[in-house]
């Protein structure tokens, strides 16, 4: 079991740059895989990035890919994302999530992923 906190989040001008953090609790953040999903209003969840577990792989949603980073670091229980080049339609609540046994296409499904955090409030002014 593993509690996530997530911040960073805020206001930025469209083209500007931000970054997520996602703070976990437990000595053993390193069976866990770990991802980024963002939701706006009246939109479904969707993901946005996600990291194996020793963070040796990622993976991008495509209308981030080449804008966004996904990185860990196992010894400070922490992920981050890197968000540059934003634009209005990132504007969501962002949220950090986590499972232990998530394995292939199952990185993208956040219905596999068994903990997450509150989120954080990202929004992108033109």
């Known amino acids: 079991q593993v509690q996530l906190v997530e911040s960073g989040g805020g206001l930025v001008q469209a083209g500007g740059s931000l970054r997520l953090s996602c703070a976990a609790s437990?000595?053993?953040?390193?069976?866990?895989?770990m991802g980024w999903f963002r939701q706006a209003p009246g939109k479904e969840r969707e993901f946005v990035a996600a990291i194996t577990r020793s963070g040796g792989i990622t993976y991008y949603a495509d209308s981030v890919k080449g804008r966004f980073g996904i990185f860990r670091d196992n010894a400070k229980n922490t992920v981050s994302l890197q968000m540059n080049s934003l634009k209005p339609e990132d504007t969501a609540v962002y949220y950090c999530?986590?499972?232990?046994?998530?394995?292939?296409?199952?990185?993208?499904?956040?219905?596999?992923?068994?903990?997450w955090g509150q989120g954080t409030q990202v929004t992108v002014s033109s």
């Open positions: 999530a986590a499972d232990e046994d998530v394995s292939g296409i199952y990185y993208y499904t956040g219905a596999r992923y068994d903990y």
């Open positions: 437990g000595r053993m953040f390193s069976r866990y895989a």
